[in-house]
């Protein structure tokens, strides 16, 4: 069982940054996040493999997001720049025994989701 606890969430400005954290209670295949609009379903954000550091992205947030993890603290991030209100959403992280996969049922353990709410 593995849990995974997200912080860094908040209001920003269009144009903005914020840097969300997903700390892992034990090891992991692979970490992704995701994120859930309202009345809109869970997409796929990024995923990185743990060992080796591959990463892949969804299409929309290329160049303005970057997912990244620090071994030693075994916690996954993602820094989001250049945020737009279509960013605002619930944001999760999760982990896989696969990669990469964007698809949600793959992933094993989800976190408790932090919201990022972004103004126009």
């Known amino acids: 069982q593995v849990q995974l606890v997200e912080s860094g969430g908040g209001l920003v400005q269009a144009g903005g940054s914020l840097r969300l954290s997903c700390a892992a209670s034990g090891g992991t295949y692979a970490m992704g996040w995701f994120r859930q609009a309202p009345g809109k379903e869970r997409e796929f954000v990024a995923v990185?493999?743990?060992?080796?550091?591959?990463?892949y992205y969804k299409d929309s947030v290329k160049g303005r997001f970057t997912i990244s993890r620090d071994n030693a603290k075994n916690t996954v991030y993602l820094q989001m720049n250049s945020l737009k209100p279509e960013d605002t959403a619930v944001y999760y992280c999760?982990?896989?025994?696969?990669?990469?996969?964007?698809?949600?049922?793959?992933?094993?353990?989800w976190g408790q989701g932090t919201q990022v709410t972004v103004s126009s």
């Open positions: 999760a982990a896989a025994t696969i990669f990469p996969t964007s698809v949600g049922n793959e992933y094993d353990y």
């Open positions: 990185i493999k743990w060992s080796g550091g591959r990463t």
